[in-house]
């Protein structure tokens, strides 16, 4: 793993950007697997106010709730156009549709756009219990596509963006481990002392289902961009 130290997350965007820039312009990355939450948000910023051109490239998002209208405020769909897709159109961006009626048929139809589009660059967050899309503790390690429950750590921690717990879903289709261990290249970013449990587990700890992001020890091309305050558990 190649583990990139930055100061904060303004730094932290700018490197994953310089990453991803790298990527198409210098390796002709065309996919790009994408995460919501609070971590992606300065890359966002900086892949807004860049003159990056977006038109030819595809995106490919991590996760959505289940239950959420692709137009609700919460959805990860709205929060993609709110910091990306708005400012900067892709040729075509994916993001599972959390409305489907038949969940096997939407996990099948996810799991084909991911296999017609193999992923050049995958940009992660990390929980706090060190899932990585929404693949909980437990998950294994060749999961693809599927509907999963959150756990409650998770549910506690996306409960900032709803006006109450009761809001936030319980449910989510998530992108498998084993379609993320599949992209070409991954950038991992983390913040804070609240995900430096979840990045030593995942460095250094053992690979194991209890800490999902630990398979990504196998990766051969994953950088890491996180501050001190989640490397500061590292030995
Ligand atoms: C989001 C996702 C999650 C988040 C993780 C960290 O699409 O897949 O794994 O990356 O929960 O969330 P933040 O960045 O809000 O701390």
Same mark, same amino acid.
């Given at each position: ?38 971590? %992606? ?54 993001? %599972? ?42 998950? %294994? ?95």
């Amino acid at each position: 793993m190649n583990i990139i130290a930055v100061k904060d997350q303004v730094e932290g965007g700018k490197k994953a950007f310089e990453l991803i820039r790298q990527g198409i312009e210098g390796n002709n990355a065309r996919v790009l697997g994408l995460a919501t939450g609070s971590t %992606p948000v300065t890359l966002y910023e900086e892949m807004v106010k860049s003159d990056l051109d977006c038109s030819h490239l595809i995106a490919i998002n991590l996760d959505e709730y289940v239950g959420l209208k692709e137009t609700d405020s919460q959805s990860y769909r709205t929060f993609m156009n709110e910091h990306l897709f708005n400012a900067k159109p892709f040729k075509e961006s994916y993001v %599972p549709d959390g409305m489907a009626a038949d969940a096997d048929a939407e996990c099948a139809r996810y799991d084909q756009i991911i296999a017609n589009n193999p992923i050049d660059i995958q940009v992660l967050g990390i929980g706090t219990n060190g899932h990585i899309g929404f693949n909980e503790p437990g998950a %294994p390690f060749d999961s693809t596509t599927r509907k999963v429950d959150l756990v409650e750590s998770t549910i506690e921690s996306n409960k900032r963006f709803f006006e109450k717990k009761e809001d936030v879903p319980t449910q989510a289709y998530s992108m498998g481990i084993g379609s993320i261990l599949k992209a070409k290249e991954i950038i991992l970013i983390a913040y804070g002392e609240a995900k430096a449990d979840a990045l030593k587990g995942m460095i250094e700890g053992p690979k194991t289902e209890d800490c999902p992001a630990s398979a990504l020890q196998d990766h051969a091309n994953i950088y890491v961009i996180a501050d001190e305050a989640a490397l500061s558990k590292l030995s």
